[in-house]
RNA sequence: GCCGGCGUAGCUCAGCGGUAGAGCAGCGGUUUCGUAAACCGCAGGUCAAGGGUUCGAAUCCCCUCGCCGGCUCCA
């Protein structure tokens, strides 16, 4: 469904070896499971792109163990190299094969009338499935299982929840010792772990789940990207705007919120007999500005941007560390417009966002494009002509994206870029949506050259999405070696001995005066490498004599003695580099 | 919210029925040393909260809260 811009994809061969051998892994895994647990009703058992999952209802959870018995009744079945073979099979003969199945059965029932349907079988192991599979299972070269969760029978909280185990395959041992390795690199550049080893942030149970503190250096970071973002909603001739983080009942039943929106939302507070709800978005507050005066043709566009802070209830199982909360910051706009005017602004955000994504380093990442679904509002000329202004303006920058079709919200149609990380993982920032709901809901207007009042168009923004899920995204990306712009300390200086001490807080002072982030690092054990300092400045009776100090990288090149003005240029040359 | 796992000092973790330990960080001394962790000492914990079983619970059971992996949902 989603293309990929740029990408170093396996190619399409090896990724379709892997379907296969991983489709055919599942189901090795059933047929172990079934050994083991003769009662299990099996759901189905899908190859993923990274690996296979295949869901059991079985009398009691698995355990660690469970899964080595699996594993070692799997690589039986791989050492007997049973090969898979296919029957087609009529509907008759297949609810007569699967009575005792009652997954499989629903599974039948739903499969339209002139579709074929078939099994795969090796050794004794008969499952409904379309295949294809690899020839036999001693082609699984290398397996590995990985861990069991619960999901709902076909993804639905009210059907039963079945246990889901999860396991990889590839085509060599060596293969699978990389993505084992992969998985391990993940771990060290989680920003859970990372923001924790470099006091960036905390989430603290007496404040509440899902709701940050910035210490100190991650509020650096954070405030080093919000002026970025200013400067770029400058250059880009947006308004910044500040709206309050509660408004009244009222507010919310003209948008819709309250109906359609209420479970997302914190209780209400009562003030002075008025109910004030916490905001969940922002767009209310930027269309009582759009309203507080008469808006003229020529004053459109009228592009609104705000850093405002919202807040959601969120499931307490969803919630993971910066990138779910239920407190967040969107680096959100509200662009009010003619439509003519439309696509140009989706060109302009297009812009600003790929402006933005290259300043962080990011080279990879997906574009779709929601179309209408089926419950919405608004007429279908519209949404024609919406949906049309994105694929320009899409196609207008030669940029590739996959349609998402009937996914758009039922207020518009949107794009969403989802950013991948310097390991693959992707994860949704930018979203351009139209909206044709809250301009009738709040009866917005503006004065057309012919005199009369016309409806302006609405798009909502956000480039990073919010500021909390996208400093994750960074911390993740850069495995918490915030190149030089963006560390909250720019240069340690480490002095030798005591003696050194004095020159070590002038070598700080000057860096400071050039508005470098330096400290002075006077304890006996040095951390610097752990903290990911860019530069660490070591000084002692040469450098003090000679005006320098000796420069190591975080990379681990070693400059040797630097003078300090000279060091200062570099440094800041860097800076403005953004390098 | 649901299924499973987990919750011991600021951090990483050991202890898993007899009443709390290590390393790192912190503090005080000593050392003044060339590019991550010097030496000695000190302090730090109602073992997430509450209830129960037991002569005795960090260890077993129940419940609440929180965290982790998924499911569902999403910036």
Redesign the pocket.
């Known amino acids: 469904m989603e293309m990929t811009a740029t990408g170093s994809q396996p190619n399409g061969e090896l990724m379709a070896l892997r379907h296969r051998m991983r489709h055919s892994a599942a189901h090795v895994m059933a047929d172990a499971v079934i050994q083991l647990f003769p009662e299990a009703q099996i759901g189905i058992g899908p190859s993923t792109d990274e690996g296979f999952y295949y869901d059991f209802q079985v009398s009691r959870?698995f355990?660690p163990e469970d899964l080595e018995s699996i594993q070692s009744l799997m690589m039986e079945a791989i050492a007997h190299d049973q090969p898979f073979q296919k029957d087609v099979i009529s509907r008759e003969q297949a609810n007569d094969m699967f009575r005792e199945q009652q997954f499989k059965l629903e599974i039948i029932h739903d499969i339209p009338e002139y579709e074929e349907l078939s099994t795969y079988t090796h050794g004794r192991f008969v499952d409904l499935c379309q295949g294809p599979h690899v020839e036999s299972t001693g082609k699984i070269a290398a397996v590995k299982l990985l861990?069991?969760?619960?999901?709902?029978w076909r993804?639905?909280?009210k059907r039963p929840?079945l246990?889901?185990i999860y396991g990889t395959a590839f085509e060599s041992q060596d293969a699978l010792d990389q993505f084992l390795h992969m998985l391990e690199e993940a771990e060290k550049r989680?920003h859970?772990r990372l923001g924790?080893q470099l006091d960036l942030f905390g989430?603290h149970?007496d404040i509440?789940?899902?709701l940050i503190t910035w210490h100190p250096k991650g509020g650096r970071i954070r405030s080093i990207v919000q002026a970025y973002w200013q400067e770029l909603h400058d250059e880009h001739n947006y308004d910044v705007v500040y709206s309050p983080h509660v408004g009244k009942a009222r507010l919310w039943e003209t948008s819709g919120h309250l109906d359609f929106y209420r479970d997302s939302m914190f209780s209400p507070n009562d003030v002075d007999g008025n109910e004030y709800y916490l905001k969940p978005m922002n767009c209310p507050f930027h269309i009582m500005i759009y309203r507080s005066a008469l808006r003229s043709y020529r004053e459109l566009p009228i592009r609104y941007a705000e850093l405002g802070t919202v807040y959601?209830y969120?499931?307490?199982?969803?919630?993971?560390?910066l990138?779910?909360?239920?407190g967040?910051t969107?680096d959100d706009a509200h662009i009010f417009c003619l439509p003519e005017q439309v696509e140009d602004e989706v060109l302009g955000v297009l812009d600003m966002t790929f402006e933005l994504l290259s300043t962080f380093g990011f080279s990879d990442y997906s574009i779709s494009l929601s179309t209408k679904p089926e419950k919405h509002v608004g007429n279908e000329e519209m949404w024609q002509h919406a949906t049309d202004s994105l694929a320009r303006a899409l196609a207008r920058r030669s940029l590739q994206y996959g349609i998402d079709e009937g996914g758009g919200a039922f207020y518009g149609p949107k794009i969403?870029i989802k950013i991948k990380d310097a390991l693959g993982r992707e994860w949704?920032?930018t979203?351009v949506q139209f909206d044709f709901n809250l301009p009738d809901r709040f009866d917005l207007a503006f004065q057309g050259a012919d005199g009369g009042q016309h409806r302006p168009y609405m798009v909502h923004r956000?480039i990073m999405?919010?500021v909390?899920?996208f400093v994750g995204v960074l911390l993740e990306h850069y495995g918490g070696a915030f190149p030089l712009w963006l560390s909250p300390v720019q240069a340690q200086v480490i002095p030798?001995?005591?003696?050194h001490l004095e020159y070590a807080s002038k070598v700080k002072a000057r860096l400071r005066g050039s508005h470098i982030r330096g400290e002075v690092d006077s304890?006996?054990?040095?951390?610097?490498?752990?903290e990911k300092v860019p530069y660490?400045l070591?000084?002692?009776?040469?450098?003090m004599g000679s005006d320098t100090a000796?420069v190591?990288l975080r990379t681990g090149e070693?400059l040797?003695?630097v003078g300090i003005d000279t060091l200062i240029e570099r440094m800041n040359d860097e800076i403005i580099r953004k390098a």
């Not at 969120?314 to 560390?321: F, T």
């Open positions: 959870p355990t861990n069991v969760a619960g999901a709902y993804g639905d909280e929840m246990q889901r989680d859970r924790k989430i149970e509440g789940p899902g959601r969120e499931r307490s199982g969803v919630l993971h560390g990138m779910r909360v239920r967040f969107q969403d949704q920032c979203t956000a999405g919010s909390e899920r030798i001995a005591d003696r304890r006996n054990e040095r951390m610097n490498q752990i660490m070591v000084v002692g009776d040469s450098e000796s190591r070693n040797g003695p």
